[in-house]
């Protein structure tokens, strides 16, 4: 099929990439024309792993181009997908300005019939929105389809291409039709695509964000407890997720989500049911709970180290996850800024988040080449991102470069009993230790 991506962010990049991979013709669209000629030349706006593989392969096979004229990509194709930004406006509603825009755009250059698919999140009412304001604007034929990603940053690509299910929003048995076959090749091994109305559609996807946030919330809820009662949430969390009506996903605690997707989605669904007269508030106590938790690892240092005021700390990890270098929305951000207020300097390694940090942070803090080389005369290790290059360190060396062997680890990447046989004091979340408390173990 001939497809036409608006927009080269996270979602569009990947998407028209992986369509482009799978032999569609794919024509990426974006008005930033510096990033289309990043592109061109090859450089990725975002890190994501095997993209930059995968882009250049499709780009050498010549079936995937970035341009920045929206008319001649839209006259040759016959499915348009808008992923453009829907960032969080006043009092969490999301800015829709973008995608009403780029609709009518690509309005103004249809050609003939055009199936405009909506890929970024957006509120339930979209569609028909979108269909009143693309109406007013051309005479050919259109349908407007509500098509969510379920995409994970550090994942994407492998979600992309063996999604769990495809949810599809039509009330065109026709549109569903071709839907169906632009999507056969990604779910050969069984997974479902979904065909339901564009509102249902639209709801699935902030539901299924908003429960998993909340998960999260929950179990941080409950690692603060297990901190204060003397339990270890580890072992409460392997016992509730051998329930089956529970399951093992997202039942990890640490120092908060971030992202674009969960704050702001949470947010979002709050929103609308204000919106509707609906006070939903498990929403906004899964965000509440998110904001304070971020703070959790700052306050076991200042009760552990009191005064910080001149205290030099490490920290490994700034992105908001591993695999990707997305800062919105980190919990490193909050830590740090906590950190500097009370007069420390930080000292930080992240494997890829370096320069996007520089971007939010500037020179507020000191960025290590080497993980180790943060750790020089620390008085303290902070742990924010789960990276896999953290979970088997040199405790030796490690031992050596701290001032004082104290970890603080936001996402319980090491054993307790462990770190302390090696003569480490160490703080989790939920490990049944406070700060300045003697060990149990």
């Not at 179990?219 to 399951?247: F, H, K, P, T, Y």
């Amino acid at each position: 099929m001939k497809i036409c991506v608006v927009g080269t962010g996270y979602v569009g990049l990947v998407t028209g990439t992986c369509f482009a991979d799978n032999g569609n013709d794919v024509w990426c669209v974006d008005i930033d024309a510096r990033k289309i000629q990043k592109l061109n030349e090859g450089i990725l706006p975002i890190y994501e792993p095997g993209l930059d593989q995968m882009v250049a392969r499709n780009v050498k096979a010549e079936r995937l181009r970035f341009q920045t004229d929206l008319a001649d990509a839209v006259a040759r194709a016959r499915i348009v997908f808008l992923c453009v930004g829907t960032p969080s406006a006043e009092g969490g509603a999301p800015e829709m300005k973008y995608v009403y825009q780029a609709a009518e755009d690509v309005a103004r250059a249809m050609k003939e019939h055009t199936i405009l698919v909506l890929k970024s999140t957006v509120p339930v009412g979209t569609a028909a929105e979108v269909r009143t304001r693309v109406a007013a604007v051309t005479k050919h034929p259109f349908d407007v389809v509500s098509n969510p990603e379920f995409l994970k940053e550090g994942h994407a690509v492998e979600d992309f291409l063996k999604p769990d299910r495809v949810v599809v929003g039509t009330n065109d048995p026709r549109v569903a039709l071709i839907m169906k076959e632009l999507y056969d090749p990604f779910v050969r091994s069984g997974n479902p695509i979904l065909i339901m109305d564009n509102p249902s559609a639209e709801l699935t996807k902030y539901g299924a964000n908003a429960l998993l946030a909340a998960r999260i919330s929950f179990m941080n809820e409950l690692a603060n407890l297990s901190d204060r009662v003397g339990a270890d949430i580890d072992l409460v969390r392997q016992g509730m997720a051998s329930d089956s009506r529970i399951g093992k996903a997202f039942l990890f605690p640490g120092i908060g989500f971030g992202g674009s997707c969960f704050p702001k989605d949470v947010d979002a669904l709050g929103h609308t049911g204000a919106a509707h007269g609906l006070d939903l508030k498990l929403l906004k106590a899964t965000n509440d709970v998110n904001r304070a938790q971020k703070r959790v690892l700052f306050d076991k240092m200042k009760a552990r180290l009191g005064d910080l005021k001149g205290k030099r700390i490490a920290m490994w990890g700034l992105a908001f996850k591993p695999q990707t270098d997305d800062m919105r929305e980190a919990p490193s951000l909050t830590v740090i800024e906590l950190l500097l207020e009370a007069g420390a300097t930080v000292h930080a390694y992240d494997p890829v988040a370096t320069h996007t940090t520089k971007e939010v942070l500037g020179d507020k803090i000191q960025y290590a080449a080497k993980p180790y080389d943060a750790l020089e005369k620390a008085d303290a290790l902070a742990i924010c991102t789960e990276w896999n290059e953290f979970r088997r360190p040199d405790f030796d060396r490690m031992k050596k470069a701290l001032r004082q062997p104290l970890i603080f680890d936001g996402r319980n990447i090491f054993e307790p009993a462990r770190c302390e046989e090696l003569g480490f004091e160490y703080f989790g979340i939920g490990r049944g230790r406070q700060a300045g408390a003697k060990s149990k173990r």
